[in-house]
């Protein structure tokens, strides 16, 4: 069975860094990009970028360029999301997603985490 | 880019159709046939009901169908039933690998 276990909410402060994870299961971990889409209290999804956890090449939306680093280890099968000093405008569910392979799209994912709240508050 | 354009809410009767529009441009929807569509219920991850226009994922209702027309996509839903009631998202490429656009959202009540 497929699945994408992110670790537990985060309550931090302005200026804190942060790396979540998406630990992953169930599948050929190297062989299916993994994205991250951030989704504010009551607002939409936003895609914020992808990986290849095979190669590490990775792929930000320029809405999110410099702001996080996305990574990957294969030797854990973890993917991470991180943050070198968070904003308060940072406050989101963050989701990670296997991206579907039946698709010609970084937009399309077929399998998600469970999401992980991030509330930064001073 | 900017984000897609979806109305607010819809709503419909067990039974009936009900059809969600997804409004881009001439760099995203119109140019290619990679839009996708994710249903969402209130505290849950989205799931994929639709990819490059009009295709299910294993699984998914044939009560879903999507279509494509200039700069609009829309998703239909026939046979409504109570389940069917959560938000939808649409998404589309929009000319590269960096380049991916949801729509606002538009939450769906089953009356």
């Known amino acids: 069975e497929v699945q994408l276990v992110q670790s537990g909410a985060e309550v931090k402060k302005p200026g804190e860094s942060l790396k979540i994870s998406c630990k992953a299961s169930g599948y050929s971990f190297t062989t299916y990009w993994i994205g991250w889409v951030r989704q504010m209290p009551g607002k939409g999804l936003e895609w914020m970028g992808i990986i290849s956890p095979g190669n590490s090449d990775t792929r930000y939306s320029p809405s999110f360029q410099g702001q996080v680093t996305i990574s990957a280890d294969k030797s854990i099968r973890t993917a991470h999301l991180q943050w070198s000093s968070l904003k308060a405008s940072d406050s989101a569910m963050y989701y990670c997603?296997?991206?579907?392979?039946?698709?010609?799209?970084?937009?399309?994912?077929?399998?998600w985490g469970q999401g992980t709240l991030v509330t930064v508050s001073s | 880019q900017s984000a897609l354009t979806q109305p607010a809410s819809v709503s419909g009767s067990p039974g009936q159709s009900i059809t969600i529009s997804c409004t881009g441009a001439?760099?995203?929807?119109?140019?290619?046939?990679?839009v996708s569509w994710y249903q969402q219920h209130p505290g849950k991850a989205p799931k994929l009901m639709i990819y490059?226009?009009?295709k299910r994922p294993s699984g998914v209702s044939n009560r879903f169908s999507g279509s494509k027309s200039g700069n609009t996509a829309s998703l239909t839903i026939s046979g409504l039933q109570a389940e069917d009631e959560a938000n939808y998202y649409c998404?589309?490429?929009?000319?590269?690998?960096?380049?991916?656009?949801f729509g606002g959202g538009t939450k769906l009540t089953v009356l």
């Open positions: 001439s760099s995203d929807v119109g140019s290619y046939k990679l």
């Open positions: 490059e226009v009009s």
């Open positions: 997603a296997r991206r579907f392979s039946g698709s010609h799209h970084h937009g399309d994912f077929d399998y």
């Open positions: 998404c589309s490429f929009a000319g590269s690998s960096t380049s991916v656009v």
